[in-house]
C-alpha cells in the first residue's frame, strides 16, 4: 500500500516564502502521478489550487506555484497572505488517488 | 458561479444502507468526470470512487475498502450524480465530498455520514 507524505505542519511569516513537499513511499513522485494540490479550509469546501503538477486554475492566486523537486511534489506559496492559512493536501494518482496527511499551514 | 451540493447524509446503523446525491448548478455535469471523496475524523482525505462521461461508458472505479459495497451512477439530464452504499460499517463515518476531476476542480461542501447503533 502506497503511503503518501507531507509536513504535518509549517508555520511562516505574512510576506514570506514557504515550500509544502509530498512524498511517495515507493520512490520519486513524477508527472505520470499527476500531482494535485487541495486547500481546505474549516466550514468551507476544499478547493483545487494547482493539478497535473502545476496548472493553476482561474482561482489560484499566482503567489502558488507547483514543481517537482528531489522527487518531490512540491507546492510554493511566495509573498503568504493571512487568507492562505489552512490545511493542505496533496493528492497522487497509483491507480486511484492517494492522498497526503495534509499539512497544516499557520501565518504568524 | 459552479455550485456542486450533496445532500442525503445522516444517521444510520451498521449494515444499513444510504444513498447521497451531488447535484451540480452552473456547470454541466455530464462534460465531466466525478468523483467521490471522504474525510473520517482526525484522518486524511480518502477518494472513494469515480464515474466516467457517457461518452467514456460511464465506468466506475473504487477504493478497495468500499468496492462491492458502493456504487456510483449519474442522471446527466438532471445535473446529478449518486453514492449508494451498502453493508455500512462505522469505518464508513465521514464527511463525504463529490468533485469533478481535478482539470475542472470543483469540490462541494460535503454531507456527514454517521454509522452507528
Known amino acids: 500500500q502506497t503511503v503518501v507524505t507531507q509536513e504535518p505542519s509549517l508555520t511562516v511569516s505574512p510576506g514570506g516564502t514557504v515550500t509544502l513537499t509530498c512524498a511517495s513511499s515507493t520512490g520519486a513522485v513524477t508527472s505520470a502521478n499527476y500531482p494535485d494540490w487541495i486547500q481546505h479550509k474549516p466550514g468551507q469546501a476544499p478547493r483545487t489550487l494547482i493539478y497535473r503538477t502545476s496548472n493553476r486554475h482561474s482561482w489560484t492566486p499566482a503567489r502558488f506555484s507547483g514543481s517537482l523537486l528531489g522527487g518531490k511534489a512540491a507546492l510554493t506559496l511566495s509573498g503568504v497572505q493571512p487568507e492562505d492559512e489552512a490545511d493542505y493536501y496533496c493528492m497522487l494518482y497509483f491507480g486511484g488517488q492517494i492522498f497526503g496527511g495534509g499539512t497544516k499551514l499557520t501565518v504568524l | 458561479e459552479v455550485q456542486l451540493v450533496e445532500s442525503g447524509g445522516g444517521l444510520v446503523k451498521p449494515g444499513g444502507s444510504l444513498r447521497l446525491s451531488c447535484t451540480a448548478s452552473?456547470?454541466?455535469?455530464?462534460?465531466?468526470?466525478m468523483n467521490w471523496f471522504r474525510q473520517a475524523p482526525g484522518k486524511r482525505l480518502e477518494w472513494v470512487g469515480l464515474?466516467?462521461?457517457?461518452?467514456?461508458?460511464?465506468?466506475?472505479d473504487y477504493a478497495a475498502p468500499v468496492k462491492g459495497r458502493f456504487s456510483i451512477s449519474r442522471d446527466d439530464a438532471n445535473n446529478s450524480m449518486y453514492l449508494h452504499m451498502d453493508s455500512l460499517n462505522p469505518e464508513d463515518t465521514a464527511v463525504y465530498y463529490c468533485?469533478?476531476?481535478?482539470?475542472?476542480?470543483?469540490w462541494g461542501q460535503g454531507t456527514l455520514v454517521t454509522v452507528s447503533s
Open positions: 468533485s469533478t476531476g481535478s482539470a475542472e476542480g470543483y
Open positions: 464515474i466516467k462521461r457517457k461518452i467514456d461508458g460511464e465506468r466506475t
Open positions: 452552473g456547470f454541466t455535469l455530464a462534460n465531466a468526470w
